[in-house]
């Protein structure tokens, strides 16, 4: 069974920095290009990034570029959300989510149940 | 990067039919097959629906249907059921490696 799993949400003040992770079993994640995916309170659901199937590129939404960094781990079954210089407009329930073909874009077939990211004073 | 443009809320009643749009641009709904929706209910993870479009994943009701003309693609959900009502998403690939969403239509069912 696919599963994803984050965890590491937590309160943060703005200007902080915090790491999410995404536990990944039941399929071959390097088969498979991972994403993240947000939605802040009352609002809809916004791409964050991208990390391709072969860890051969990432890709941000212009929101995050250059503060947010999405890497793997495969020792761990893991992926990462490295996040800096947070604010508020980071606030939100933070989703992964996998990609429904191995090696070209179509859906995402699975998703975690998020975890939430809370960044206030 | 602007967000896919959807209705905020669409409403029917049981055994009817409803469509949401989901207007992009010919940057991303207009120039790629790679149109997916999405169905969400409070505090669950989002549900693919339809992907590449039109095409059903295994275990979703054949009610739902989706297509694509142009810069718009649209979900039509026949036989309305009580089950139904929550929140759809659509989601088209944008190019160079970017994915964009619809802001999102409510669908409450009468």
């Known amino acids: 069974e696919v599963q994803l799993v984050e965890s590491g949400g937590v309160v943060v003040q703005p200007g902080g920095s915090l790491r999410l992770s995404c536990a990944l079993s039941?399929?071959?994640?390097?088969?498979?290009?991972l994403h993240w995916v947000r939605q802040a309170p009352g609002k809809g659901l916004e791409w964050v990034s991208l990390l391709r199937w072969d860890g051969s590129a990432t890709s941000y939404a212009d929101s995050v570029k250059g503060r947010f960094i999405t890497y793997r781990d495969n020792s761990r079954d893991s992926l990462y959300l490295q996040m800096h210089s947070l604010t508020v407009e980071d606030t939100a329930l933070y989703y992964c989510a996998k990609e429904m073909f191995g090696t070209k874009w179509s859906a995402f077939d699975h998703w975690g149940q998020g975890t939430l990211v809370s960044v206030s004073s | 990067q602007s967000a896919l443009t959807q209705p905020a809320s669409v409403s029917g009643s049981p055994g009817q039919s409803i469509t949401i749009s989901c207007t992009g641009t010919?940057?991303?709904?207009?120039?790629?097959?790679?149109v997916s929706w999405y169905q969400k209910h409070p505090g669950k993870a989002p549900k693919l629906i339809i992907y590449?479009?039109?095409k059903r994943p295994s275990g979703v009701s054949s009610r739902l249907s989706g297509s694509k003309s142009g810069n718009t693609a649209s979900l039509t959900i026949s036989g309305l059921q009580a089950e139904d009502e929550g929140d759809y998403y659509c989601?088209?690939?944008?190019?160079?490696?970017?994915?964009?969403f619809g802001g999102g239509t409510k669908l409450t069912v009468l």
């Open positions: 989601c088209s690939y944008a190019g160079y490696s970017h994915v964009v």
């Open positions: 039941g399929f071959t994640f390097n088969d498979y290009t």
């Open positions: 590449e479009a039109s």
């Open positions: 010919s940057s991303d709904v207009g120039s790629y097959e790679f």
